[in-house]
């Protein structure tokens, strides 16, 4: 979908390779500026997050693989760069300088406080990002400390994400006729932004400012509860007619404390039934109980587990490659039925090819 849109990567952590991950899958060319030597002693010679990419491995500290990386920068649409604010402009490939060498370049920044403000150039990581964004308040039970899914808020849903669209934004403006851009990726306000859906929730009063207190955050139908051994299923059935589903399959279509599903005062009570209830039979005795109807009520599962999972695995959405297991690229297309990742480079792989593409260019800015 991407196919011709060539993406400079300079190695980073996280989300920035994160993100030309994504646009690989999508078709674009991205080559990553690799270190020519790892920054971390003992990580393996490729990484999952550079599948479908090409290296070259260069010294930003010698103005000889500098002047290499501007050439890159001139045949490309984009440039990512994941560090703190300053460092690209103390290597000479400040936007500044990027942007005179490509004037339709979006230039994107991706950092967990941003470009500017008080933390800016403060150390941190996802769930720092996400605590002081406001995205971390909810994800926890009552009176339980907050904990959301490692990276998958901040490092991605607010971070990589928000930048693989803004750098399409900027591309596809400069190519109606625009100018490059600087994309300022901040996680704290992508995942900020996040909170949105669940904003809305507030003037119905199905958000409260209090955890546990939420149409989402803390009902007894709402949860996670664990099984006798020791698996979890997931129960969400917000909507009054699946939660009767849910009762008539557990037998509780008749007790009057269940059927007032929307009495905060009771939700900490018929959590604790339902632990008990939960506590009796197996992840699998329930699903098979629940099996076929909308009580929304679905496993838990490990990656391993779910690339064995029957709806996972008829969707082909985890792979193993090399074997490594990873996720396929998504979205799906019409059209496009080959979601085999293309292999991950070693440090350096490409040199030879990249450098002589470099010397018979077939476009720059």
Same mark, same amino acid.
């Given at each position: %979908?991407?196919?011709? !849109?060539?993406? #400079?990567?300079?190695?980073?952590?996280?989300?920035?390779?994160?993100?030309?991950?994504?646009?690989?899958?999508l078709?674009?060319?991205?080559?990553?500026?690799?270190?020519?030597?790892?920054?971390?002693?003992?990580?393996?010679?490729?990484?999952?997050?550079?599948?479908?990419?090409?290296?070259?491995?260069?010294?930003?500290? *010698?103005?000889?693989?500098?002047?290499?990386?501007?050439?890159?920068?001139?045949?490309? *649409?984009g440039?990512?760069?994941?560090f703190?604010?300053?460092?690209?402009?103390?290597?000479?490939?400040?936007?500044?300088?990027?942007?005179?060498?490509?004037?339709?370049?979006?230039?994107?920044?991706?950092?967990?406080w941003?470009?500017?403000?008080?933390?800016?150039?403060?150390?941190?990581?996802?769930?720092? /990002?996400?605590?002081? @964004?406001?995205?971390?308040? /909810?994800?926890?039970?009552?009176?339980?400390?907050? %904990?959301?899914?490692?990276?998958?808020?901040?490092? !991605?849903?607010?971070g990589?994400?928000?930048?693989?669209?803004?750098?399409?934004?900027? !591309?596809?403006?400069?190519?109606?006729?625009?100018?490059?851009? #600087?994309?300022?990726?901040? !996680?704290?306000d992508?995942?900020?932004?996040?909170?949105?859906?669940?904003? @809305?929730?507030?003037?119905?009063?199905?958000?409260?400012?209090?955890?546990?207190? @939420?149409?989402?955050?803390?009902?007894?139908?709402?949860?996670?509860?664990?099984?006798?051994?020791?698996?979890?299923?997931?129960?969400?059935?917000?909507?009054?007619?699946?939660?009767?589903?849910f009762?008539?399959?557990?037998?509780?279509?008749?007790?009057?404390?269940?059927?007032?599903?929307?009495?905060?005062?009771?939700?900490?009570?018929?959590?604790?039934?339902?632990?008990?209830?939960?506590?009796?039979?197996?992840?699998?005795?329930?699903?098979?109980?629940?099996?076929?109807? *909308?009580?929304?009520?679905?496993? #838990?599962?490990?990656?391993?587990?779910?690339?064995? /999972?029957?709806?996972?695995?008829?969707?082909?959405?985890w792979?193993?490659?090399?074997?490594?297991?990873?996720?396929?690229?998504?979205?799906?297309? @019409?059209?496009?039925?080959?979601?085999?990742?293309?292999?991950?480079?070693?440090?350096?792989?490409?040199?030879?090819?990249?450098?002589?593409?470099?010397?018979?260019?077939?476009?720059?800015?």
């Open positions: %979908m991407l196919r011709g !849109i060539r993406i #400079v990567e300079i190695e980073a952590l996280g989300p920035a390779p994160f993100a030309g991950m994504l646009l690989a899958d078709g674009a060319d991205v080559i990553v500026v690799h270190r020519k030597h790892a920054s971390v002693p003992g990580l393996p010679e490729r990484s999952l997050l550079d599948r479908g990419k090409r290296s070259i491995a260069l010294d930003l500290r *010698d103005a000889e693989d500098v002047a290499v990386v501007m050439r890159l920068i001139a045949s490309a *649409d440039l990512i760069e994941g703190r604010p300053g460092v690209m402009e103390r290597l000479g490939l400040g936007p500044d300088v990027c942007l005179a060498a490509c004037p339709r370049l979006a230039y994107g920044r991706m950092t967990g941003g470009q500017e403000g008080p933390l800016a150039r403060t150390a941190g990581h996802d769930m720092n /990002y996400t605590g002081v @964004s406001g995205a971390l308040w /909810y994800a926890s039970l009552p009176g339980e400390p907050p %904990m959301a899914p490692p990276t998958l808020v901040g490092d !991605i849903g607010g990589a994400l928000y930048l693989v669209v803004g750098m399409l934004a900027a !591309i596809m403006n400069a190519r109606a006729g625009g100018e490059g851009t #600087v994309v300022d990726a901040a !996680i704290v992508g995942s900020a932004h996040m909170m949105n859906l669940l904003m @809305s929730l507030a003037p119905s009063g199905a958000l409260a400012a209090e955890r546990g207190r @939420s149409l989402l955050d803390g009902p007894h139908w709402c949860r996670v509860y664990r099984t006798s051994d020791g698996g979890f299923i997931s129960v969400q059935c917000v909507e009054p007619k699946f939660y009767a589903l009762l008539d399959r557990l037998g509780l279509g008749g007790d009057p404390q269940f059927a007032a599903q929307f009495d905060r005062g009771l939700w900490p009570e018929l959590g604790s039934r339902l632990e008990a209830i939960f506590a009796e039979k197996s992840r699998d005795e329930w699903m098979k109980l629940f099996e076929g109807t *909308d009580a929304c009520v679905g496993p #838990v599962l490990s990656p391993h587990e779910a690339a064995l /999972y029957p709806h996972m695995a008829a969707r082909g959405s792979l193993t490659v090399d074997g490594a297991l990873q996720a396929a690229a998504a979205p799906r297309f @019409s059209g496009r039925t080959e979601r085999t990742p293309a292999k991950s480079p070693a440090r350096g792989e490409h040199d030879a090819e990249i450098r002589a593409e470099l010397a018979n260019p077939a476009a720059t800015c």
